[in-house]
């Protein structure tokens, strides 16, 4: 017959808990996984099997019950730490659709707008395109299958606590943002200086020939060039892709306490 202690069950409970809230957070966040076309129970359930692969081998805090003040913050802490992990990796993926848009409003499509099924919303083409691509290189590097492994480490370097992410580690999380941008303009910059000389160009011929309607030369042949740029361009974005992944990654090692 199968008997528990008292307080058993509640530190079985928690064993199971901690690294569940941690493990879902980090799904709900990171790119592909928390994607809105993929359903929240299959999430869960992946959330659930993943748990149960790893919490046998961890240890729960000693001393602390589940439902409990300090509980609660453990709580929380677990789900702040997945949810930066997820963060972390899902700026890279949205500084590459800011630089498809940016280099868009250049080319003149800024009009041209799509429904982005990862989130739900309208982006620019040439961002959507840019995200289809690195999202097929992410999952041809086994992105996923690194992301998850630098989640399951973290466990080993930053055990299930109460201490949580540091107040060094939040401000590195927001220093982090800036890849938004430095990876945008490492992906519009050459386009966009590009669509400039064009520009300029175009600007030259209507102080030679006033007469001439430019928008109406002008715009076609930007197009043009812009569609000619953004495929030249392509090896580049998914150079920039992968240097930035891996920057990623070892920022969420760092994160964890597993050094840069």
């Known amino acids: 017959m199968l008997t528990l202690a008292p307080g ?7 064993q199971y808990f901690w690294p569940f809230a941690r493990i879902g957070a980090c799904l709900m966040v990171a790119p592909g996984f928390g994607a809105r076309f993929v359903p929240p129970r299959l999430r869960i359930v992946l959330a659930i099997a993943l748990t149960l692969l790893v919490a046998p081998t961890l240890t729960a805090p000693s001393g602390v019950v589940l439902v409990s003040i300090n509980g609660f913050i453990i709580t929380l802490q677990q789900i702040l730490i997945g949810a930066a992990a997820g963060f972390a990796l899902q700026t890279v ?3 590459l659709a ?3 848009q940016l280099l868009a409003n250049s080319m003149g499509l800024s009009f041209a707008f799509n429904v982005d099924p990862q989130h739900g919303a309208s982006t620019p083409v040439v961002g959507q395109l840019y995200m289809l691509l690195v999202m097929l290189t992410f999952l041809a590097l086994n992105g996923h299958l690194a992301l998850l492994q630098a989640l399951i480490d ?8 109460a201490d949580g992410l540091s ?7 927001v220093g982090w943002g800036r890849y938004l941008f430095e990876g945008a303009l490492a992906v519009a910059l050459p386009g966009m200086t590009a669509l400039l000389i064009v520009n300029l160009g175009f600007g030259v011929m209507s102080r030679a020939a006033p007469s001439l309607n430019m928008f109406a030369v002008g715009f076609p042949i930007t197009l043009v060039f812009g569609v000619v740029i953004v495929l030249l361009g392509l090896p580049a974005v998914q150079a920039s892709f992968v240097s930035l992944f891996a920057n990623a990654l070892d920022f969420i090692g ?6 840069a």
């Open 98 to 100: 800011m630089g498809g």
């Open 154 to 161: 973290g466990f080993k370097t930053m055990p299930v606590s």
């Open 8 to 14: 058993q069950l509640e530190s079985y409970l928690a």
């Open 167 to 173: 107040a060094a580690s939040m401000w590195s999380l």
């Open 254 to 259: 760092a994160l964890f306490g597993g050094g």
């Open 93 to 95: 993926f949205d500084s």
